[in-house]
């Protein structure tokens, strides 16, 4: 099925027509870009922009319907009223849903009539994040009762199919107004870069609608979409990665089959590393680029004279050393796995030997705070082992308190580097 984009150019990569492809091609649809505007911008600062002419959109428009079944329509940056008109003469009949931009994150305008926005509503199921929804009502939104109170009036006054009104800048609630009822869609806050939320958001909207879900699920659909596109946000354009989900499977796939070889290589060392195993027993971890851990699930445990994983490589198998690798990739993020093994001063020792950057934290030192805190030893451990080295420690270990055993954590960029440093470690 093709889904027909209207947009701008964010020469900074971030929004625009390059998020609201990615958008449509990660959820399996075919994009039909059509270029309204060429943005001069940088993911802090839009420097100006320049609308094409009319008769160029129009006909962009045109030669994809020609050729094409266009599912629905996504609209977004106009740059004119003039090209507002003809988007709106050459889209009439389909399932439309617009994105009322009318200006960047950062302030700077991109319209120059937002009088021609208001006759795009007309017919389109509306997307306005909360300041376009009081620019296109006047109503002032302070509430999630003001953004029902707003997109009724999208709806019932000026001519909207529907109405979603996105809460990100205000509680993370969007409301929708369709057919007389409003609905409520709570979210959280998503830690990363929000810019090009509403390119995402309105993208996948209309996906979904060209996938025919009725509105109320494609708009929850949509919403979930985008909290992951900010989870797994693109650090380089400091906003949305629509391409989350691919990415992130594709990362999931590679880090647990590096792990379970790497977990196969360290049993090879059997009897010698039966002695060092834990206690509580010894995991393997290892993060994917976007932050996810895989470990063994139940540990490597003691058999006899030698060792074996008690379970397969998991997601999310070990709290315990997915907190220790994330702290530690907060300063290094190069950083991308972890192994515990029981403390001893001859690993401490043969460590310094190797030439390992090795450093310790004591728990009797954990401030009061920490302390109370739930789950907080193990990130104030890393940290204060990091700051203590002055560079990045290969070696953290720390000698337990009441009932904590002692123990020794080795790091590594990948699973084979630790692989290595234990094989070395254990002579």
């Known amino acids: 099925m093709a889904v027909l984009i209207v947009a701008g150019l964010d020469t900074g990569g971030g929004a625009g027509l390059k998020a609201d492809i990615e958008t449509v091609s990660a959820l399996g649809e075919h994009p039909l870009p059509v270029l309204t505007a060429v943005t001069y911008q940088n993911p802090s600062e839009v420097r100006g922009y320049y609308p094409l002419p009319s008769e160029a959109v129009q006909e962009q428009i045109r030669a994809v319907k020609a050729s094409f079944e266009i599912k629905a329509v996504k609209i977004g940056m106009l740059g004119s009223g003039e090209i507002a008109k003809v988007v709106k003469e050459e889209t009439s009949g389909f399932i439309r849903v617009f994105d009322p931009v009318l200006s960047s994150s950062s302030g700077s305008r991109l319209i120059d009539d937002v009088e021609s926005l208001r006759t795009l509503v007309e017919g389109s199921i509306v997307t306005p994040n909360v300041h376009e929804a009081e620019a296109l009502t006047g109503i002032e939104i302070r509430s999630v009762e003001d953004m029902g109170k707003a997109a009724k ?59 025919g879900l009725e509105l109320p699920k494609a708009v929850e ?97 070990s709290d315990h050393l997915r907190r220790a690798l994330l702290k530690m990739r907060e300063f290094y993020p190069e950083v991308r796995a972890v192994l515990n093994l029981r403390y001893s001063e001859e690993l401490i020792e043969k460590a310094k030997e190797l030439g390992l950057v090795v450093s310790f934290y004591d728990r009797r030192e954990e401030p009061e705070e920490v302390k109370r805190a739930e789950r907080g030893t193990m990130e104030w451990g890393i940290e204060t082992a990091v700051k203590r080295a002055g560079k990045r420690p290969d070696m953290v270990y720390h000698l337990g308190d009441w009932g904590k055993e002692p123990m020794v954590l080795i790091f590594g960029r990948d699973a084979g580097e ?9 002579g």
Do not use: M, Q
């Open 221 to 317: 659909r949509a919403k979930r979409f985008v909290e992951g596109s900010i989870r797994f946000s693109n650090a380089e354009a400091k906003a949305v990665n629509p391409l989350w989900e691919l990415e992130r499977n594709s990362y999931r796939w590679r880090a647990k089959e590096e792990l379970e070889k790497a977990v196969e290589k360290l049993v090879v060392f059997g009897e010698k590393l039966n002695p060092h195993v834990a206690e509580v027993g010894t995991n393997f971890a290892l993060a994917t680029p976007l932050g996810e851990v895989f470990a063994v699930k139940g540990r490597i445990v003691r058999y006899g004279k030698t060792v074996k994983p008690v379970g397969p490589v998991e997601l999310n198998a």
């Open 153 to 211: 009036v999208l709806v019932e006054n000026l001519g909207a199919e529907g109405a979603v009104v996105t809460g990100g800048h205000l509680n993370f609630t969007d409301v929708l107004y369709w057919k007389g009822r409003l609905y409520e869609f709570p979210g959280e806050k998503a830690e990363g870069f929000t810019h090009g939320t509403g390119c995402a958001f309105s993208s996948a909207l209309a996906t979904f609608l060209a996938k």
């Open 418 to 426: 630790v692989v290595e440093r234990v094989r070395k470690l254990l």
